[in-house]
């Protein structure tokens, strides 16, 4: 069965300190790996694909990373504002669905 | 802004009731995809429509149903309301599996989502 699983549950870091968020993923053939952000109340916001292990993206303070059984979202250097629940996701091949882990809620203080 | 539209933002019913949430895709998205998130769990997938048709079914409960309009938008119809019912509702547009995708083109992009509240 395909299935999700993000560590830790919850995260608190110090303005600056960089730390890495981990999602274990379980796919029969990886169609995508994707990253979201969400703030309280609100959509998920879109950050990354991966399709392949040994792909990189990066954008501002974060770098995602493929492996063939995990991903991994590194933060360098957070700011407060960077404070949010953190999802990943992945689309199986040969399916439509995409399976959400239930994410990392990181808190970032001042 | 992700260019997909919701509403309403927020609905307050009673149980035994019957509501419909609206999703307008992002333009170009023939894929529309519907969730439910509640408190104590993650987004659970409900249902998915490509260009009118359903295409794929997750936990959705036979209380809830979908279509997709010929203009693209979507509604999400939930009757008979149970107090377990309340939750956020999402909608998500994808170019994935579209002629325009190119075989890389698989992310989802959410709406702001529906609170719906049943009292």
């Known amino acids: 069965e395909d299935q999700v699983t993000q560590s830790p549950e919850a995260l608190r870091l110090q303005e600056g300190e960089s730390s890495s968020l981990n999602c274990s993923y379980t796919?029969?053939?990886?169609?995508?790996l994707f990253w979201y952000r969400q703030d309280p109340g609100k959509g998920p916001e879109f950050l990354f694909t991966?399709?392949?292990a040994g792909e990189e993206k990066e954008k501002e303070r974060l770098k995602a990373t493929l492996t063939k059984k995990e991903s991994f979202l590194h933060i360098t250097a957070p700011k407060p504002e960077d404070s949010a629940t953190y999802l990943c996701?992945?689309?199986?091949?040969?399916?439509?669905?995409?399976?959400f882990g239930t994410g990392t809620r990181l808190k970032v203080l001042a | 802004d992700s260019g997909v539209t919701q509403t309403p933002k927020h609905l307050i019913t009673a149980t035994g009731q019957r509501v419909t949430l609206r999703c307008s895709p992002r333009?170009?998205?023939?894929?529309v995809y519907w969730y439910q998130q509640s408190l104590d769990q993650g987004l659970q997938f409900l249902i998915q429509?490509?260009?009118?048709?359903?295409?794929a079914k997750g936990n959705i409960l036979e209380r809830f149903s979908a279509q997709q309009f010929p203009d693209l938008h979507s509604e999400l119809n939930l009757s008979s309301l149970e107090l377990g019912d309340s939750a956020l509702y999402f909608c998500?547009?994808?170019?994935?599996?579209?002629?325009?995708?190119?075989?890389?083109?698989?992310?989802?992009?959410f709406g702001p989502g529906t609170r719906l509240t049943v009292t």
């Open positions: 996701a992945v689309r199986a091949s040969g399916t439509y669905k995409y399976i």
């Open positions: 991966l399709y392949s």
């Open positions: 333009s170009g998205d023939l894929s």
């Open positions: 429509y490509y260009n009118g048709e359903e295409r």
């Open positions: 998500a547009s994808s170019v994935a599996d579209s002629p325009v995708a190119g075989g890389r083109r698989y992310e989802q992009y």
């Open positions: 796919v029969s053939g990886l169609r995508g």
